[in-house]
């Protein structure tokens, strides 16, 4: 598989996450429970993070990233 077509997949699963956060995001304020709150912004979270971090392994595949993750400042 070539480069950028890694990156485009990779890119669709970073799409795809912030879509299901968007999505979660409005479903929390219906939530009549706290700690389902609770437990589907830490999920919304996890969602970002994973977009986040697919972003910055498409960007590797093509060589356009920094020598370092930026969210958990790995060094590789």
Same mark, same amino acid.
């Given at each position: ?22 999505? !979660?995001?409005? =479903?929390?304020?219906? @939530?009549?429970? $706290? &700690? ?22 498409? !960007?590797?595949? =093509?060589?356009?990233? @920094?020598?370092? $993750? &930026? ?6």
């Amino acid at each position: 598989m070539e480069s950028e077509e890694l990156k485009r997949k990779i890119d669709v699963v970073a799409t795809s996450c912030m879509q299901l956060s968007r999505e !979660l995001q409005s =479903i929390d304020a219906h @939530l009549s429970l $706290n &700690m389902d709150r609770k437990a589907i912004r830490e999920i919304i979270a996890n969602l970002y993070w994973a977009a986040e971090n697919s972003t910055v392994v498409g !960007l590797h595949q =093509i060589g356009e990233a @920094l020598d370092y $993750n &930026m969210v958990t400042c790995l060094h590789y």
